[in-house]
């Protein structure tokens, strides 16, 4: 085994695990092979660059969520660190400035002194370890024809979309308003207001737009939490009434009516000079998006920084694959982490990230290790990623499902939460003691 760490990938995961490494006094060599090799969705050479959302999901406290963000928090997550520096507001949720998040991630990896950092393709899985392979749904075609071969399965695979991003500057505030739902937040989405009739027209338009077409061998396989708009219409006239347009919470200020549709815009930036249309995840093409949306209140004459777009994201069948250290059961030394694994969102993926760093370190140092309980939400997440009886395996987001606590019974939602919570980090916090997991000032 090498006296180094091999990753390859400088995503969110890839970012957090050679951070946590690095900090625990290991030396580190990250890959990464943007700007070299560009990928459909990257637009700069930043590690950890975000493409489809700036959020990083709830923060509100005793949320699932919120939960496994503040057991990151008890690591010094560099990504969640990150992320509270640089936000912007958004309610109940952590979104970020997405080029300052980052930009800061870059600057910490680059001038790490235990990271030594190499913009260049990867193509092949190297053949001592220890490695974290953390490339991503966009693995290039060269890794991933190695990963296929090592895994012996061909990848798992589902569709991706991104949500269009408009100038601040082009929206006609007379027609939107800012508020949060429920009063939760100051104020913090602008929100564009529709009728009946306007949304009627919206989604006969919407419905009847041309769409980028799939290749003859593809099959439109979504992640059900980031389908496109068009595809939630074709499912019933009111769908997206009752989804990412629901009005409910959010009166209009001045007449106080409740109106049948409204549309929120959240910021981008602290500076609030663009906005991104939360929930319009979409395939239409470039002009049917400046022609459909610009139909929405307040948007007529929208000047768009981001059109929306879609991408596939592949992933390995994890539970048939890797063990509880998310090592590959067949090829010791050898490390997965992040989305190609199968988690889906931000925190998630720099969950695996660090728990995949944490496992490496004890390896490295000849010491025992074993993963997070399951009360915690990283022990949680780790046990549907790796449990060898999740027989149809999907990508999944943290939610209080995944936990395996006698709290459940509680009927109380938020009591129930309140003690899930509670006991998780109480229950990390013993793990940690035992494992010896924290960061040493003196590594």
Not at 214 to 219: G, S, Y
Not at 402 to 410: A, G, R, T, Y
Request: hydrophobic share 35%.
């Amino acid at each position: 085994m090498k006296d180094y760490l091999t990753i390859v990938g400088a995503g969110l995961a890839g970012s957090e695990a050679a951070w946590q490494a690095a900090e625990r006094g290991i030396h580190v060599v990250l890959h990464e092979m943007r700007p070299e090799r560009p990928t459909p969705v990257h637009k700069t050479r930043n590690c950890a660059e975000l493409v489809c959302s700036n959020s990083l999901g709830s923060n509100l406290p005793f949320s699932a969520p919120y939960l496994l963000k503040e057991e990151l928090r008890r690591f010094d997550s560099l990504i969640i660190s990150s992320a509270d520096k640089h936000s912007v507001p958004a309610g109940g949720a952590l979104a970020v400035d997405r080029e300052k998040f980052s930009q800061h991630i870059s600057e910490k990896i680059r001038n790490h002194p235990n990271i030594t950092f190499k913009c260049e393709e990867v193509r092949d899985i190297p053949e001592d370890g220890p490695v974290i392979i953390a490339t991503g749904p966009l693995t290039s075609p060269a890794l991933s024809e190695k990963i296929s071969s090592l895994t012996g399965q061909e990848y798992l695979y589902f569709y991706d979309a991104l949500s269009p991003i408009v100038d601040a500057s082009s929206i006609d505030y007379s027609r939107a308003f800012f508020a949060s739902r429920y009063n939760k937040g100051e104020g913090d989405y602008l929100n564009c207001h529709m009728n009946k009739e306007e949304y009627d027209r919206f989604i006969r338009e919407l419905k009847a737009a041309e769409k980028v077409p799939f290749k003859a061998f593809e099959k439109p396989l979504y992640f059900e939490g980031c389908m496109p708009i068009e595809e939630l219409a074709m499912r019933g006239d009111q769908t997206l009434a009752f989804g990412p347009m629901k009005p409910v919470g959010l009166p209009h200020p001045e007449t106080h009516a409740i109106s049948h549709a409204v549309v929120q815009l959240r910021r981008e930036n602290r500076e609030g000079t663009a906005f991104n249309l939360v929930g319009f995840q979409t395939k239409l093409t470039y002009p049917e998006q400046k022609r459909i949306f610009r139909m929405i209140p307040g948007l007529e004459n929208a000047e768009f920084f981001r059109f929306g777009g879609i991408h596939r994201n592949t992933f390995i069948n994890a539970p048939t694959l890797l063990n509880q250290e998310l090592e590959v059961r067949k090829r010791p030394g050898i490390y997965f982490a992040g989305q190609i694994i199968g988690v889906e969102g931000y925190v998630e993926s720099t969950a695996m990230g660090l728990l995949s760093a944490l496992s490496v370190v004890k390896r490295m140092r000849g010491e025992s290790y074993s993963p997070p309980p399951m009360e915690t939400a990283l022990g949680s997440l780790l046990s549907y990623v790796t449990d060898r009886r999740n027989a149809n395996y999907q990508p999944m987001n943290i939610n209080f499902g995944l936990f395996l606590v006698k709290e459940m019974k509680i009927r109380d939602k938020k009591q129930r939460n309140q003690k899930i919570a509670r006991n998780a980090l109480d229950s990390l916090a013993a793990w940690m003691d035992r494992q010896k997991v924290s960061i040493d000032p003196a590594a």
